[in-house]
């Protein structure tokens, strides 16, 4: 009769046993996918935000002059030039800004912070016309370093008159749109609600 109640007896604690170690190792497997899910998650909502970026075309006439004095302020001399600026310039989001974590335990995605567009890059394709130097005051490489530079701020001034950044707000919506069904796909949910989004914003989220 011992022996019967000592053999149900160690099977029971086998069995405990051997629950005991399956669930620990489930736990640990659940909790490593868990975490690599996160991971693949945080990666591809990165990829995301680096895709998000308008590109607009500028095409501007510049005139550019300078007139220096020399004898006591008795004679001026006068440099001059026109040129035609065709520009690209690139409106885009620093992904260093961009603020998100995961919370595994909840199988969250939390984005807090995704920063306003800022002017990445100007390309300026510089073409000069009438370039006209004064009898004292001559054009030199070091003009034309600044001409460049004052082209670049021309068009950097431009920008906002544009739309182009206008563009990239709505650009980011759609970007934080895709993030949600890419975060969905695997049963996860994104968490935006630190940004402060417009009602027309919204809108277009909850669409």
């Not at 302020?73 to 440099?79: C, E, G, I, P, R």
């Not at 567009?117 to 490489?141: H, K, V």
Request: proline share 2%; hydrophobic share 40%; net charge negative.
């Amino acid at each position: 009769m011992d022996t019967i109640f000592d053999s149900f007896l160690g099977l029971v604690l086998g069995a405990i046993l051997m629950y005991w170690v399956y669930s620990f190792f489930r736990t640990k497997q659940t909790k490593e996918q868990t975490e690599h899910q996160s991971q693949v998650l945080l990666e591809k909502i990165r990829s995301v935000c680096k895709l998000v970026s308008v590109e607009g075309d500028f095409a501007e006439i510049y005139r550019y002059e300078n007139i220096k004095e020399h004898f006591m302020s008795l004679v001026t001399s006068k440099k001059k030039a026109l040129m035609v600026i065709n520009a690209k310039a690139q409106i885009g989001y620093d992904l260093k800004k961009v603020e998100i974590r995961a919370d595994n335990a909840n199988k969250k995605i939390i984005l807090t912070n995704f920063p306003e567009p800022e002017i990445l890059s100007i390309e300026p394709d510089i073409q000069f016309y009438d370039i006209q130097s004064g009898m004292f005051n001559f054009f030199s490489p070091d003009d034309l370093t600044l001409l460049n530079k004052e082209a670049k701020q021309h068009i950097r001034e431009k920008i906002p008159q544009s739309g182009l950044m206008e563009t990239a707000r709505k650009e980011a919506v759609q970007a934080v749109m895709l993030i949600e069904k890419i975060v969905e796909t695997i049963g996860w949910k994104l968490d935006y609600s630190a940004l402060e989004v417009s009602e027309k914003q919204k809108k277009i989220l909850e669409e």
